[in-house]
Structure formats: C-alpha cells, structure tokens
C-alpha cells in the first residue's frame, strides 16, 4: 500500500500524460476507496498542483512545466549518479564538450570541477551547474522551453551548426532497435539531433529504463553513437545491434 505522497506523484505523474484525470479510475489502479483519492486531489490542488473538475482533476497549466521537470530530476537518481560517474572517463583535460538538458547530463555536470575544459551547453540548469563549478562554458540561447528548462529554435540549431566539438554527450526518452534514440518534443529533438551532428566523439547517457521504449521523434541512429552507457546488462538483441554498430557499451555498476 503506498502512503500518501507515493499515491499523489503517482496521480501527478498521470496527469502529466492525460487530459484528466477520473477519481473512479485513480481508486482502481491504486487499490484504494475513492474518498482515499478525493483526498490526495484535495491536498494537490490545495498545493496550486491540481485543479478539480467533475469526477476528477487535471493538472494545471502553470504547475505542469514544474512538476514534469521535478518529477524528471527524482528518477533513478541512483542510476544517473553512476551513469555520470562513468562517463567523466571520457572527458579529458582541453576537450571541447557539448551537453544537452537532460537531467542525466545535469548529473555529469555537476561531477565536474574546475574541469580545464570549455563547454557548449543547452540547458538552463546545466549552465548553471557549470557556473558554480567554474567550468568554462558557452550557453546556447533560444527559445526558453520550460518544461525541459532548455533552449530550443532556429537559433539554437543555426549556431550548433557552425562548431565541432570533441564529445558530445546526451539522453533521451527511449531507446529501441526499431527507431533508435527518440524523445517527444519535436524541438528538442532537433537541437539534440543538431548537437549530435557537432560532436567528433557521441555518447549516449540512458538509465536501462528506457530501454527498449519509444517516443516521438528520432534523434539519432546506432550508426550515429561511439559509446552507450548505462546501469545495467541489456537485452542480448540490443548488446548484438550495438556491436554489429561498433558501439562501445559501458555498463555503471553500483561500488
């Protein structure tokens, strides 16, 4: 039985995927009384989270972008905290890296300090990490897209376009044989397809969660990636494909 606040990020986490959300429905995938549920709708709107409507609630417009990226931040941390770990083994002293906004970059970001490195970044936050380390780092700007605090557009992509940098690190929403590396915001998608594009080295940072998912749009093919890591052994299928790729597979294991 979950308690309370489990109970209310799962219903905020539905909500995230769905118009709204039904009370009846809630209480039945939940194994709980219905009054249980009116409850956690109570306490989520009473939060500004939630907005009630009849027989149920939706999320409301402004909370939506806060709690999709906080929600984010709070998955398998433990997975990203080793996946970035391993992944300072492929930056070197004097590297040009680019970053995109995911959160298991942010992880990464935040491992480095005063790195001799310049960096070319996407996202707010990252930015951010970087500054308080004192990483050297140039902030691509454009259009702010909040629900992935990153920047987005034409001039993202046109000034993406014009460098080379020696690594390239990045995330997504999913990954699988049939479509490859995929996330579901068309513009983010194009910015994550242009950084790959710059990047003389690629590596992908995906927690063994999305593996085998899918969503929107592609990012990029195996043919496109030098290095995966991630948590755990994947699927034999995808260890095949990623060798026939000559993709390097790096598996973070718990110390």
Do not use: C, W
């Amino acid at each position: 039985m979950l308690v309370p606040a489990e109970r209310q990020q799962h219903i905020l986490r539905l909500a995230l995927g769905e118009r709204i959300v039904r009370i009846k429905d809630l209480a039945q995938s939940l194994g709980v009384h219905e009054m249980t549920i009116r409850r956690d709708l109570d306490a989520l709107a009473g939060q500004g989270l939630l907005q009630r409507v009849h027989g149920g609630a939706r999320l409301t417009q402004q909370a939506g972008a806060e709690v999709a990226y906080t929600m984010r931040l709070g998955q398998q941390p433990d997975a990203k905290a080793r996946i970035a770990q391993a992944a300072l083994n492929f930056i070197k002293d004097g590297d040009t890296v680019g970053f995109d906004a995911s959160t298991t970059v942010l992880a990464l970001a935040q491992r480095l300090t005063q790195a001799p490195l310049q960096a070319v970044v996407t996202g707010l936050d990252i930015a951010n990490a970087l500054a308080a380390a004192k990483v050297p780092f140039t902030l691509i700007g454009g259009t702010f897209h909040e629900r992935a605090r990153s920047f987005v557009g034409s001039m993202v992509t046109q000034s993406l376009a014009r460098l080379h940098l020696d690594t390239v690190f990045f995330s997504a929403k999913g990954f699988s044989l049939r479509a490859g590396f995929t996330d579901a915001h068309p513009p983010e998608v194009e910015v994550k397809e242009r950084l790959i594009a710059t990047g003389a080295q690629v590596v992908a940072l995906l927690d063994s969660s999305k593996l085998g998912h899918e969503a929107f749009g592609k990012i990029a093919t195996l043919a496109q990636i030098d290095i995966l890591i991630t948590d755990a052994d994947p699927p034999k299928p995808t260890k095949e494909a990623l060798y026939a790729a000559a993709v390097h597979l790096v598996v973070a294991q718990e110390s």
